[in-house]
């Protein structure tokens, strides 16, 4: 059995995917086993014979080299809009008995599974007569622990407190956070040193805009997998 990462962010569009291409890339350049997944995909691309396409782990898969197989998403609905909501409108709920088992065998195959959530920590996953699930929920379940992708600039001390605090409140570990389309200066510097010094939590690496590499050693990255 492999070890694995949640990678979590503030929340929808913050750059999970973009950061975890450059994760599982770094590890692959290293030379390890990696993998990819994600519970929950919704806002699929549409091709043309109406097959719904997980974007993000095609992403993932392409920047990092992993073979299909290695990428593994179990839900994937078409409207962009939470996956509790794209799950109702298509009546095609989340059965977490499958999330788990999808879990389990993708961790299986790879020695570092990254673990992509939806949004931020408070995404529903499910929400119906039968269950509510949040994706805090799901994170607890599979005991992840979790790595915050937040933008460097100006509003992430609120965004990125708000989050640890979040993970804590649900016994999530928090290994730190990836700030990202760091442009560095004054107000960025600052914000790396508000959330280090509210949270006790490291910001590991700063991701520029158009970055190829993840710019952390891949060391210090696989260190962070349980
Ligand atoms: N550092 C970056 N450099 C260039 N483009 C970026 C960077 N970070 C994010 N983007 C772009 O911003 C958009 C949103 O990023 P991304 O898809 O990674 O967000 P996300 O948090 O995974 O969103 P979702 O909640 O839908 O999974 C994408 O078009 C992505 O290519
Ligand atoms: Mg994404």
Not at 51 to 62: F, K
Not at 69 to 96: G, K, N, W
């Amino acid at each position: 059995m492999g070890k694995a990462l949640f990678v979590t962010g503030t929340g929808t569009d913050i750059g999970k995917t973009y950061v975890t291409a450059l994760i599982v890339k770094c590890l692959r350049d290293a030379g390890l086993s990696a993998g990819y997944y994600k519970a929950a995909l919704s806002g699929a691309e549409v091709a043309a014979d109406g097959t719904l396409l997980p974007g993000d782990a095609l992403h993932v898969a392409r920047v990092a080299r992993l073979d299909a197989a290695d990428v593994t998403v179990s839900y994937v609905y078409r409207d962009a809009v939470s996956p509790h909501l794209a799950a109702q409108i298509e009546h095609r709920p989340m059965d977490f008995a499958k999330v788990a088992g999808d879990y389990c065998r993708a961790k299986k195959r790879t020695d570092y599974l990254t673990v992509e959530g939806s949004g931020g920590i408070i995404c529903p996953l499910r929400w119906d007569d039968d269950e509510h699930v949040v994706l805090d929920d799901l994170a607890v379940r599979l005991r992840l622990a979790a790595l915050v992708v937040a933008d460097a600039g100006l509003g992430t001390i609120n965004a990125v407190v708000l989050t640890a605090e979040h993970l804590r409140a649900r016994g999530i570990p928090l290994r730190g956070f990836i700030f990202n389309n760091w442009q560095g200066g004054l107000m960025q510097e600052d914000n790396v040193r508000m959330v280090e010094e509210i949270t006790g939590a490291r910001v590991l690496a700063r991701v520029p805009h158009g970055a190829a590499e993840l710019p952390m050693g891949a060391d210090a990255l696989a260190a962070l997998y349980a």
